[in-house]
């Protein structure tokens, strides 16, 4: 009996001393969440493989995190969500359509017979894309995050137009202007007074030109960024507002831009000194050359010898290049050089670098005047490019198989803006002594396989 007694005695201390787990309450901290709005481009407006569509807006950026919000005070978040899942894309080659569908991945036949998974789009007509096109005007929306918008596009009351060939070519703010061709974004913006602002800025300012291979709008100045920003913020700030911004990341971290290398024209003996026999003794151009195996593609410059010359390291060639003409039909070798508007060279990489840093110190110093919570994205998406782990599985920037980024290797997958998601409550957490839970969004996908 003593030892029964005994082993009973351990029993109950054992589970008397089991400590209780101390699990955090959620609170909203020195901020809050009750009107919360997200302002920015195509991260902030959920955009993803080329395009915005319903599913993708539901799991947005600051959908995600408004969901979060709500454990701590926040209230539903309304945004202009398209019809259905096909929504329309911004098809960077406007003289083959100026709209496409989402990318699905898809078996293709490329020039050489060869069938592979791709990433498939199809056009969309303007008359088909007038569905995806219709305001919602009347409607308080809390995301008012428009797709390519500038800084210079959120005064301009143009940007509220109805689309436009021979006007204003963005089809995303008409949908949801209070006065469309009469009010701007930033006073719509204004209107909203929020408690708390999402914002990722400067992104198209820099990225649309970069897409475009340098040949759209210059980047504006940091000064003028700086001053759109402030023109921005102020007036939310002065009413009460509360938030978070984030800094951009270097485009060197996205397939878009890194996926086809400079230098991956593989050539023979026999093609390579054919090459040198038409460029060198029969043209004269003495600074093309041309070896076996690995060779720089040849493109467009009006400041080289006969306005063309090769690719050098630290230039890029975006994703947007016709690839089956550059497999199959010499594209960038011979007769048909790459055109300038698929090629990042040396002095437009040096003003996205440029632009890179001194919007970031302006962000930076943004966050510090105003007392927002600051995401760093920069070093969060080189960390992405290295690869990192979440909920047992593993990201990275690889273009399809990384499982971050969707299928237009520039915007994350819905995965990818979870994870993003959780890098802005980690801020904020921070910032205003809040405790959000992060997320784990099971309904989110990634790249959906056949």
Request: net charge neutral; with cysteine; proline share 5%.
């Amino acid at each position: 009996m003593k030892k029964i007694f005994f082993i009973f005695s351990c029993v109950y201390l054992l589970v008397s001393c089991t400590p209780e787990l101390d699990i955090p309450k959620p609170s909203a901290g020195e901020a809050n969440f009750s009107k919360t709005i997200a302002i920015g481009g195509n991260y902030m407006a959920g955009y993803q493989n080329g395009a915005l569509f319903r599913k993708g807006q539901r799991l947005s950026l600051p959908a995600l995190l408004a969901e979060q919000f709500r454990m701590v005070g926040g209230n539903i978040f309304s945004q202009a969500l398209m019809p259905d899942d096909n929504g329309i894309g911004m098809n960077t080659k406007t003289w083959e359509s100026y709209f496409i569908t989402p990318s699905k991945l898809g078996y293709k036949t490329d020039c050489k017979g060869v069938t592979s998974l791709s990433p498939i789009k199809n056009y969309i007509t303007v008359s088909g894309a007038n569905t995806y096109m219709v305001g919602i005007a009347g409607n308080s929306v809390h995301n008012l995050a428009i797709p390519f918008a500038n800084m210079a596009d959120y005064f301009n009351p143009v940007l509220g137009n109805s689309f436009s060939i021979t006007g204003n070519k963005n089809p995303y703010y008409n949908r949801i202007a209070s006065n469309p061709g009469v009010s701007t974004l930033a006073n719509d913006i204004v209107a909203q007074n929020p408690t708390f602002i999402i914002s990722w800025l400067g992104m198209e300012d820099i990225y649309n030109y970069a897409s475009s291979g340098g040949t759209s709008n210059p980047i504006p100045s940091a000064v003028s960024f700086s001053n759109s920003v402030e023109a921005i913020l102020s007036p939310l700030i002065s009413g009460g507002a509360k938030g978070v911004i984030a800094t951009i990341p270097d485009f060197r971290s996205f397939p878009y831009y890194s996926l086809v290398k400079w230098d991956n024209a593989e050539l023979t003996q026999i093609q390579a000194d054919s090459l040198n026999y038409i460029y060198d003794t029969l043209s004269g151009l003495s600074h093309m050359h041309f070896i076996k195996g690995r060779n720089p593609f040849v493109i467009d410059d009006v400041n080289a010898p006969s306005g063309i010359r090769q690719l050098k390291n630290g230039e890029y060639i975006t994703l947007s290049v016709p690839l089956d003409s550059m497999k199959c039909y010499k594209y960038g070798l011979l007769v048909n050089t790459v055109n300038n508007r698929y090629v990042l060279d040396s002095t437009e990489v040096y003003k996205i670098d440029q632009a890179i840093n001194t919007y970031n110190a302006v962000i930076r110093d943004k966050a510090a005047q105003h007392n927002l919570a600051l995401v760093d994205m920069n070093t969060f998406f080189r960390n992405i490019n290295t690869g990192i782990k979440w909920d047992g599985a593993d990201f990275n920037m690889t273009f399809v198989s990384g499982g971050f980024l969707s299928l237009d290797g520039y915007t994350p997958n819905q995965k990818g803006y979870a994870l993003i998601a959780n890098e802005f409550i980690k801020a904020i957490n921070a910032k205003y002594k809040a405790v959000i839970p992060t997320i784990n969004c099971v309904e989110c996908d990634g790249i959906l396989f056949p």
